[in-house]
């Protein structure tokens, strides 16, 4: 069962509304500072969902094409580990019914989520969207009983190191598929 709560403090169920699916959590969430506006607000959507997601997809499609360009030879090594299909834990933001931002979670051990899939349209970035979705898979892991999140990302992707520090988590030793990578770095953190 979800729940939307709009402006006017109505309140909107699952059971109330047709045509949406009830194993889809929606939230609404109010950012200040967008584009030239910056006296106006933002309402976007965050939806979880799952892989089988088109929204989702399609960002994941865009994130790949960033990454072929940015890997460069390396894109196939890690193109490897960037499946999408089976991903039951995918978020996805909405600003004015255009998907823009994405992410998702898997169990990488029985205390660790992995976090995967971060992107983030090039026109959207630094409205804080990124940091939503990261803190939105944080709360997942947590709800899911999980103690800590990791993730991998490339050391040439330096917006995305700078977000992740900015978001508290700390460099780790390269774990998994990632050691020895040099373009590499993992982080981790503890969530509270």
């Not at 729940?3 to 969430?29: E, G, M, P």
């Not at 006296?39 to 994130?63: A, G, H, Y």
């Not at 026109?123 to 898979?137: D, V, W």
């Not at 899911?144 to 040439?156: P, S």
Request: overall charge neutral; some cysteine; hydrophobic content about 40%.
């Amino acid at each position: 069962m979800w729940l939307i709560k709009l402006k006017n403090n109505k309140v909107f169920d699952s059971a109330q509304t047709d045509n949406l699916t009830t194993n889809v959590s929606i939230r609404n969430v109010t950012l200040s500072g967008v584009e030239a506006f910056s006296s106006m607000k933002l309402l976007i959507k965050i939806l979880r969902t799952t892989s089988e997601n088109p929204d989702f997809q399609n960002l994941v499609k865009l994130l790949d094409a960033y990454l072929a360009m940015m890997d460069g030879e390396e894109h196939a090594f890690y193109h490897q580990y960037n499946k999408i299909d089976m991903l039951k834990n995918c978020v996805v933001i909405f600003n004015n019914d255009e998907a823009v931002a994405c992410g998702a979670i898997k169990e990488l051990d029985t205390k660790s989520m992995e976090v995967k899939r971060m992107f983030t349209l090039p026109e959207k970035r630094g409205k804080g969207l990124a940091s939503k979705i990261l803190n939105e898979l944080e709360v997942w892991s947590k709800e899911l009983g999980y103690e800590k999140t990791v993730l991998e990302t490339g050391k040439r992707l330096t917006e995305a190191v700078a977000l992740y520090n900015k978001c508290g988590y700390k460099i780790v030793p390269n774990y998994g598929q990632y050691v020895g990578v040099d373009n590499s770095v993992c982080f981790e953190k503890i969530l509270d």
